[in-house]
C-alpha cells in the first residue's frame, strides 16, 4: 500500500486463528482416517482445544459443510494433500518477503474446479467475517479496531490516498481470492479500501481483477513479492514521486523515485488505475486551490496585484515540498502545488486565474 497503516492486531488473532481452524478441519479426516460423514464436530474440537474459540466454531453445521465439500471438490487423498501443502506454503508468504527465491504455489490455475474452489473458501470468508458476537459482525470489529489503531489515518485509503468513509469501506483482498483462494482470510491480506479502489478495474464488489498482485502468470514467479507494495508492511508513498503533464499540467503521472523500485510503483500504480484516478482527482484539486486563493482576498480591503502574488507563493507553493511528507492525505494537492511553484509559466498561469476569478468579485484587476 502508499499509506502506512497498522495492522489491527487483536483482529490478527482471530484470523490467525480461523486458519488454523481452517487447516485442522481440511486435514482432520485424512489424519484420523474418518470419512466426511463420519465427522463430528465435538469429537475435532476435543481434539484441537486451541481452536474452541475460533468464530468457525460457533456453528454447529458448518464445519461438517465445508469438510464435506472439500472431499467433494478433491475426491481423492493425494490430491487433497497435495493441495493442502499448497495452501501452507502460500500462507506463510509474509516470512518470506525478502526472499529471492520464494513463490507462490499458483495452484489454483493448474486445476479444472476452480470455480468450486474459490466458492469453497468463499465460504469461509462470509463464516468468518458474517459471524455476530458482542454488538456486531467480525467485520465491523475488524473495522473498529482498525479505526482504533490507525486514528490519524483510518479515513484515508491506503491504495489512493483519497477520503474513505471507513464504515462503507470494503475489505479488499490485496492478493486476489479468485487467484490466491486460501489467502481469504489472511490478516496481510485484507486492507479497507475506498469504494473507487476496491472496484478500480473490474466494475463490481470486489471483482478487480488480478492484474497486479500479482497477475496469475506471475503469481508463481520466484520473488515476486519483492515488486508489490504488501499491506501492513511495505508502504509506498515515499518511493514515489508526481509528475504533471499535458496541457497545464493536468495529466498526473507517477514515478518511482529510485530505480529499486520502479517495479513497485508501476505495479500499484497499474493495479488500482492510480493515474486516471488521479487525473480525474486533479480537476476539483485545482478549483479548490483557485478557490482557497480567492474566499481569502474577498474578505478582505481591495488587495493589490503584488499583495496577491506574494500570498500564491508564500502559502501555497513554496513550502509544499515539505508538506508531501508530514501530510500524506494531501499529497496529490501538494504535489500539484509543488509543481506549480516549480517554474514561472505555472505561477503566472495559477496568477492569473485568480486575478480573474477576483476581477469577478469586482477588484478590477486588468489581467495582462
Ligand atoms: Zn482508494
Sequence with gaps: ML?????????????????????????????ENISPGGFDKTTFENNNTSLKDCSFSFSPIKPKKRVKEFH?????????????NSIKNDINFIEHIDNASFSFSAYIHKLDNENEINKHFNRYYSDFFDYEVGGGNNRHHFKEEYKRVNPINFHMCPAC???????????DHYFPKS???????HPYNLVPLCISCNTAIGGGKGNR????????????????LGKVFIPYKIAGIKTINLTFEGKNGKRVKTVAKDIQNKQHVQNHTDTFNLESVWTERLVNTH????????????????????EVGDYIWKNMLSHSDIKIN????????????KFLGSNIVQFNTLYCEVLLQLKEYGFGYAIT
Design 287 to 306: 478549483k479548490n486551490i483557485v478557490h482557497q486563493i480567492v474566499e481569502h482576498f474577498i474578505s478582505l480591503e481591495k488587495p493589490t496585484r503584488e
Design 326 to 337: 508530514i501530510m500524506d492525505n494531501y499529497f496529490l494537492r501538494a504535489s500539484y502545488l
Design 209 to 224: 481483477p488480478p492484474t497486479n498482485p500479482l497477475k496469475p502468470e506471475d503469481a508463481n514467479e520466484a520473488g515476486s
Design 179 to 185: 487467484t490466491f483462494p486460501s489467502l481469504v482470510i
Design 72 to 84: 467433494k471438490i478433491f475426491p481423492s487423498k493425494t490430491e487433497r494433500v497435495s493441495f493442502l
Design 161 to 171: 490516498l483519497g477520503e474513505m468513509n471507513l464504515n462503507n469501506a470494503q475489505l
Design 3 to 31: 499509506l502506512e497503516v497498522k495492522m489491527p492486531i487483536e483482529f490478527k488473532k482471530k484470523l490467525e486463528l480461523g486458519i488454523e481452524y481452517m487447516i485442522a478441519l481440511l486435514q482432520y479426516c485424512d489424519d
